[in-house]
């Protein structure tokens, strides 16, 4: 019943920008961590990156740091990523997850999950 939306994903040039977003249907979801993943067929779902409740502290995967940003908006239930300077090894499915108690990059220690969005850099 609970569910998180994403969506923004399309196809772009590298060096572009493109931004993502997620909506949780409930506030228990948005709550908390929330994160940022995404996967290739010839990857492992890799973590992007995550942010707090409060918004106050932001963690990311070393591939994307210093190119994107994760914010969130806990009245709208929404988390962003904002993605920059983006290069062709950025594509894949993203997929906006939430961790209901820890701080974790791991894939398995969230909760829930939404049905991904999908994201081409072209070269």
């Known amino acids: 019943q609970a569910q998180l939306l994403e969506s923004g994903g399309r196809s772009v040039q590298a060096g572009g920008s493109l931004s993502l977003s997620c909506v949780a249907s409930?506030?228990?979801?948005?709550?908390?961590?929330m994160g940022w993943f995404r996967q290739t067929p010839r990857k492992e779902r890799e973590f992007v990156a995550l942010?707090?409740?409060?918004?106050?502290?932001?963690y990311y995967g070393d591939s994307v740091k210093g190119r994107f940003i994760i914010s969130r908006d806990n009245a709208k239930n929404t988390v962003y990523l904002q993605m920059n300077s983006l290069k062709a090894e950025d594509t894949g499915v993203y997929y906006c997850?939430?961790?209901?108690?820890?701080?974790?990059?791991?894939?398995?220690?969230?909760?829930?999950w939404g049905q991904g969005t999908q994201v081409i850099v072209s070269t």
């Open positions: 997850a939430v961790m209901l108690g820890g701080w974790s990059t791991e894939p398995e220690d969230y909760d829930y």
């Open positions: 409930e506030d228990r979801l948005s709550s908390n961590v």
């Open positions: 942010i707090s409740w409060s918004g106050g502290t932001a």
